[in-house]
């Protein structure tokens, strides 16, 4: 620890002794991923950005319903894919970053903004935090949508996809993408991109979230889609139909009969 | 009189050649075979690398493919099986054979496609085809039936990958017999099922969901091309190794058709690809 304080920056002697410990056969613990299907697209007045919901930790699942879209500012969201502490740490850490900048400038957050902190807090930790983004928003130069990858690059596309599920929703963005979708025809993309990988990917799965961000707000659909709904549901209490069971003998006794009712005293809990 | 080639030794199973009734040879014991490097399909040992010659090198066998094919894509509709694949063998990153048939007709009522290493493909072209030609010779009306090629591939499969020696392939088998389609695929350890619709490689990320979400059994056949087509244009977008020329083959009742190369209409110039970082200078 003694390199990071004197010279700044990362001090990577942590990283030396994991990989110390893990030739010597030590395995280290498994951190909760979110294999994931993310998917972003930009329509004509604005963003749609989707999200399964399962996270995984190893082979279990870990959350049924997690949220993957994470707010950055008002008119900014970015989903995560990776490791969900490093997506949930790093994009609140951006959005309190702008949040302060908003106070200070008066001014509505500008999504390369938060593009440009991303990246370069990444790419500082050379791909070890590992959060792969789909960051969407629009601002007062039009929507806009990115992808931010764990060793800090970016892309700036029209339509996006990102974690495990990212070329089963992929094949479905590249059959149905066209230009200047409406608003209604990019909710059914994502959905179905979204959906593609929740059915054909492991590490998907759950429900639907989709985020559509317009110039005018933000209409957050948590479980859009909830594809989890069981076939049967058992209700609670257990109410049979009267009728349902078949009586075969019935025999009524009067208790009042054999039974003696004694009042007492309460018994005494203090011993 | 010359005996006919073999390409399977009875002792060594599907797949393997040597002499028919060749003993397996466990690795300490080598009396046929002096040379380390001498691959167990019986063919003669060719010297790679001086330095494993040595004694006491482990025997090597394939460990990685160098002339490869992508994906293969097939679905069953009403009357019969798409098999689709580009033509492509690629050289690592190089497209080096533009124009290799990765989909190969066995007999009238099937047809084979294959991705992975190219020259084991051929090899196994050369199996089937001698087992056609013996169904040929023996005159009795009797061909190969689709699921019964799709059995001997398995095995073979199989068998070399026990042997530690893979055929190094995904192969994807399609017939119609008996008014019925029969798909089926075999991966490179033996891994086999049937399926409505299957693909190999990374078809199978980025056809397969396409197929699971379009795909119905009684399909025109022009409803199943025109998914293939979509299909292989995603594949075509998505995967580094792969060109813009494709071959579709069709098994049905009236046999075998295999088309002629062709290419698929493809879009690049969405609005929104030209000047990515008008807005966000660093970003592309």
Redesign the interface.
């Known amino acids: 620890m003694a390199g990071a304080s004197q010279q700044g920056g990362f001090a990577f002697d942590l990283c030396k002794r994991n990989e110390f410990f893990e030739a010597k056969g030590v395995k280290h613990p498994g951190f909760t991923k979110t294999g994931t299907t993310i998917a972003g697209i930009i329509f004509k007045d604005g963003v749609v950005l989707g999200a399964d919901t399962r996270s995984t930790a190893g082979t279990t699942v870990a959350d049924k319903n997690c949220e993957k879209i994470h707010y950055i500012a008002p008119n900014i969201y970015c989903c995560g894919a990776g490791t969900a502490a490093d997506t949930e740490n790093v994009t609140g850490m951006v959005a309190s970053q702008l949040e302060l900048h908003r106070y200070a400038t008066g001014a509505q957050s500008r999504v390369v903004t938060a593009m440009t902190l991303l990246k370069g807090h990444l790419f500082k930790y050379q791909g070890h935090v590992s959060a792969a983004l789909v960051l969407g928003g629009v601002d007062f130069r039009g929507p806009h949508l990115f992808t931010v990858y764990p060793h800090g690059s970016t892309d700036s596309l029209p339509y996006c996809t990102m974690g495990s599920g990212s070329l089963n929703a992929m094949a479905v963005f590249e059959s149905g993408y066209k230009d200047d979708l409406t608003r209604e025809e990019a909710m059914d993309l994502v959905a179905r991109a979204i959906r593609s990988g929740i059915m054909n990917d492991l590490g998907s799965g759950s429900n639907v979230d989709l985020c559509i961000i317009t110039k005018d707000g933000v209409e957050y659909l948590r479980n859009h889609e909830y594809l989890q709904a069981k076939t049967y549901e058992r209700q609670f209490p257990q109410k049979f139909a009267s009728g349902s069971v078949p009586v075969v003998r019935e025999r009524i006794y009067d208790i009042k009969k054999v039974v003696t009712v004694v009042e007492g005293e309460p018994m005494d809990m203090e011993a | 009189m010359q005996p006919r080639p073999q390409s399977h030794s009875a002792a060594l199973g599907p797949g393997c050649t040597g002499p028919s009734l060749a003993n397996p040879t466990p690795l300490a014991f080598d009396q046929q075979r002096q040379v380390a490097q001498a691959p167990s399909c019986g063919a003669e040992a060719f010297a790679v690398d001086p330095a494993a010659l040595a004694n006491g090198q482990p025997r090597k066998h394939t460990t990685y493919p160098y002339v490869t094919g992508t994906s293969v894509l097939g679905i069953t509709y009403k009357d019969g099986v798409l098999l689709a694949s580009d033509t492509l063998g690629a050289y690592g990153s190089t497209k080096r054979y533009k124009s290799f048939d990765r989909l190969r007709k066995v007999n009238e009522s099937c047809i084979v496609g294959a991705g992975g290493e190219l020259s084991d493909f051929q090899y196994i072209m050369r199996l089937l085809e001698e087992l056609s030609d013996d169904d040929f010779c023996m005159d009795d009306g009797h061909t190969l039936k689709p699921a019964e090629v799709h059995s001997y591939l398995c095995r073979v499969l199989y068998n070399r990958r026990n042997k530690m020696d893979p055929l190094w392939n995904s192969l994807v088998v399609g017939g119609f017999h008996a008014g019925k389609p029969f798909l089926g695929t075999v991966g490179m350890q033996g891994t086999n099922y049937t399926d409505a619709h299957v693909a190999t490689g990374?078809g199978n990320?980025?056809?397969?969901?396409?197929m699971?979400?379009h795909h119905r059994p009684d399909m025109s056949e022009d409803e199943a091309t025109a998914l293939l087509h979509?299909?292989l244009?995603?594949c075509y977008?998505?995967d580094k190794n792969s060109i813009n020329k494709f071959t579709i083959a069709k098994v049905s009742a009236e046999g075998v058709t295999i088309s002629e190369p062709f290419a698929l209409e493809t879009e690049w110039r969405?609005?929104?690809?030209e000047n990515?970082?008008a807005?966000?200078?660093?970003?592309?």
Do not use: I
Not at chain 2, 270 to 273: D, Q, V
Not at chain 2, 279 to 284: F, S
């Open positions: 990374f990320h980025l056809a397969r969901p396409l699971r979400e979509q299909c244009k995603v977008y998505r969405y609005k929104l690809f990515p970082a807005n966000a200078a660093g970003a592309w």
